[in-house]
């Protein structure tokens, strides 16, 4: 298991930017770090995926072109920089580690998960 440890979350008007980090104790058994969100009410959706030996991405299309996942290997550290925000982008963020041989949004697959960063985005 991994120890992750969100921050960055916030409250923003619409058009603003945010940066969540995440830092993982340890990823040398994790090829494949994401970023969850779950609305009020909602099921916990994964809406960006990084590939930690390809560097490749995956992006869910609500978020598609606003947001960029991205890791800092040096600092063991998962990023997502969010820009223009909008008020369907409210919820709680977490982060979560995959052992997964495939690169996958599906929630099933991940095994660790942080506490989660609150984002909110008003009108």
């Known amino acids: 298991q991994v120890r992750l440890v969100e921050s960055g979350g916030g409250s923003v008007q619409a058009g603003g930017s945010l940066r969540l980090s995440c830092a993982a104790s340890?990823?040398?058994?994790?090829?494949?770090l994401a970023w969850f969100r779950q609305a009020p009410e909602k099921e916990r959706e994964g809406i960006a995926v990084?590939?930690?030996?390809?560097?490749?991405?995956f992006y869910a299309d609500p978020v598609k072109g606003r947001f960029t996942i991205s890791f800092d290997n040096a600092k063991n550290t998962l990023f997502l920089q969010m820009n223009d925000l909008e008020p369907g982008d409210t919820g709680m963020y977490y982060c979560?580690?995959?052992?997964?041989?495939?690169?996958?949004?599906?929630?099933?697959?991940?095994?660790?998960w942080g506490q989660g960063t609150q984002v909110t985005v008003s009108s």
């Open positions: 979560a580690a995959s052992t997964s041989t495939v690169m996958t949004s599906d929630r099933g697959s991940y095994t660790s």
């Open positions: 340890r990823t040398t058994s994790t090829p494949y």
């Open positions: 990084f590939s930690r030996r390809t560097g490749n991405t």
